[in-house]
C-alpha cells in the first residue's frame, strides 16, 4: 500500500513539473514573440560583382612653403614622424626681422608722440586761440575794433581757420599712427612665419628642406597629412556608379594588415575622367585602424539590376540545428514559422550571407530567432 502511495505522488509531481514547464515555456515564447523581427528576403547579383583596386589616402593633406626668404636654422623632425597641432616644424633665421620689429615698435612710439602734441595744439587753439599773436590774449579788446576797422583781418575767421588747421593736424597724426601700427603688424606677422607649425595633428610625408638650406618666398618646405582620418580612394568605372550609395556602408580589404573593415562612402566626385573613364569615389575608414597613408586597398561593389539575382539574409538571421544552418521561414498563408535546412555561400558585405539552396527571394523570414523558437508558432 505504501508503494503504491508513493508510486501515484511521484507521478502527480512529474505531471505538475511538466506541466509548470510547459507553461513556462510557452509564457517565455510569448515574451520572446514580441520581439520578434520579419526581414523579406532580398537579392543580389553576385556574378556581377567587382573587386575594385585603391589606395589609403589621408582625408586632408597640405604643402607648408615659406612666406618669408632666409636661411633655415632647424628642422624638427623626419617623414614618418608625428606632430601635435602648433608644434614648430621649421624654424627660419629671424635676426632680420627681430631688427625691422624693433624700427617698426619706434615708428609706432613716435606716431604716438606726434598724435599727442598734435591733439594738445588742438585743444589750444580752441580754449586759447590769441595765445600766439603778438600782443598776447590780453590786448585782443583793443586790437579787434581796430583790424576790423581798417579792414585787415576777420578775428572769428582766424579763430575758424586755427582750429581746422589744428584738427586736420590731428588727422594726419592718427593716420600716421594706423600706419605705424599696420606696419609694426606685419613685422609680426613676418616674424611668425618665420615658424612653419603643423596646422592639426598630423604626419609629414615629404621633406624638402634641410638645416642650413637658403629659401625663398612660396617654396614647398613640409608635406604634412592628418593620419586619423583615413580614407581609401578609389577609381570606380563609369557603369558602375549609378550602383553607389553616399554613406553606404562597403567592405574594404587593407592589404598591408590582412583584414577587412566596413567604410562608409563619402564623396563621388562630379567629373568623370576622360582618358580612364573612371569616377573617383572616397570611402571613409573606420578610428585606429592599423593601416599607413598609401597602403593598397579593395573595395567590394556590386553592380545593382544585373545578372542572376542570389537570396541574401542577414547572418543573424541563420541558426544552426543538427549541425547544419537553418532558417525560420513565415508560410505567407498560415503566418506561422517553419523551420527550413538552407546551403550557404559566401559572405556579402559586412553582416550577410548568400543562401545558394532552400530559400527564395521576397519570402518573409525571422531576422532574429532564439533557441525557444519552433515550428509552428504565430508571427
Known sequence: ??????????????????TFQVQALEQNTQNFANDYQVHTVSGVSLDKRALLGGAVVSSVQVSLSTQVPGDVLSVHGKEGDVFKQGEILVMLEQTSIKAQKDAADTGVASAKESLRNAQIQHQKSIVSPYANEMFGGAFSFFTEPMNNFTGRG?????????????YA????????????QSNFKQVEERL???NIKAPFDGVIVVKNINKGDVVQVGQVLIGFANIRDLQVEVNVPSRLVSSLKLDKTYRVKLDIANIVVNATLSQI???ADNNKHSVKVKFDLPENVPVLAGAYAEVEIFETDSGVLTPVVPEMAIIWRSSLPSIFVINPQTKQTE???IRLGEQVGGDKRSVLSGLKIDEEIVANPNILMTSGMSI
Open 1 to 18: 500500500m505504501n508503494a503504491l502511495t508513493t508510486t501515484l505522488t511521484t507521478s502527480a509531481f512529474l505531471a505538475f513539473a511538466c
Open 154 to 166: 576777420d578775428p572769428s575767421f582766424n579763430k575758424y581757420a586755427s582750429r581746422a588747421s589744428s
Open 169 to 180: 593736424a590731428v588727422q594726419q597724426a592718427k593716420s600716421k599712427l594706423k600706419q605705424a
Open 192 to 194: 611668425k612665419d618665420a
Open 269 to 271: 566626385y562630379p567629373i
Open 339 to 341: 523551420l527550413r535546412f
